[in-house]
């Protein structure tokens, strides 16, 4: 094992000095082993090992490249991961999700477009004041992801987009067991649209903060 970390990290070494740009093909792995004084089984060992985390793309006849090394893609690993939680760590999550979100949701306010703006509010008003548990679910995820694309930050889009997983269980259970649940929900997210159309950052930022922490503090009385 400590000889496919060496492997790996001299890989990485080369990506990171931009030896290997994102794009490049790998040389050939008698080339590379030599290159580098490793064992061609130990490369090939640490080519799979950055292929699941998406560093490196091994594309069957034609040869292994660096991946765009695109934030959105690297994280993917962070959603493989985060599936894997176990029920007691989702207010850890959404500790998490309080944190960014209204920070992505003030850094996305000067920047979304009222033509973004225009769509939410209709997405909004087409689900009506009554939808089901499971279309406001939906449509909470949509309403956030689109505000957050908007941050100007791939990272932190991508970081959320991780985390919002983990935390749906809950926002479904709140809605089939909290008498007012639903309308809360839809009181907050128009709120925030309110912010967003104001250019008020930081109204944008507390509208945010009470939305996620509503399903927080509920999820907490619950256990």
Not at 34 to 60: K, P, T, W
Not at 161 to 171: H, K
Request: proline share 4%.
């Amino acid at each position: 094992m400590a000889v496919t970390d060496e492997a790996i990290e001299k890989i990485k070494e080369m990506i990171v000095s931009g030896a290997l740009r994102p794009g490049d093909r790998l040389p050939k792995e008698s080339e590379l082993a030599a290159e580098l004084g490793l064992s061609r089984n130990s490369l090939r060992e640490a080519v799979r090992a950055l292929s699941l985390i998406r560093i490196l793309d091994v594309r069957q006849g034609d040869g292994t490249y660096v991946t765009s090394l695109d934030p959105q893609l690297l994280l993917e690993a962070l959603s493989f991961v985060v599936d894997f939680h176990r029920d007691d760590t989702v207010l850890e999550f959404l500790a998490v999700r309080r944190i960014l979100e209204p920070a992505a949701t003030a850094l996305a306010t000067p920047r979304i477009t009222e033509a973004e703006l225009d769509a939410l509010d209709a997405a909004l008003t087409a689900l009506g004041p009554a939808p089901s548990v499971g279309e406001l679910v939906a449509a909470d995820l949509e309403f956030h992801r689109s505000i957050v694309r908007h941050s100007g930050n791939a990272v932190l889009c991508s970081l959320l987009d991780g985390l919002s997983g983990p935390t749906t269980r809950a926002r479904v259970w709140r809605g089939l067991t909290q008498e007012d649940a639903v309308a809360r929900t839809l009181h907050e997210h128009r709120a925030i649209l309110a912010a967003l159309r104001d250019r008020d950052a930081e109204a944008a930022r507390s509208w945010a903060t009470v939305h996620v922490a509503s399903v927080e503090m509920w999820l907490r009385s619950t256990l």
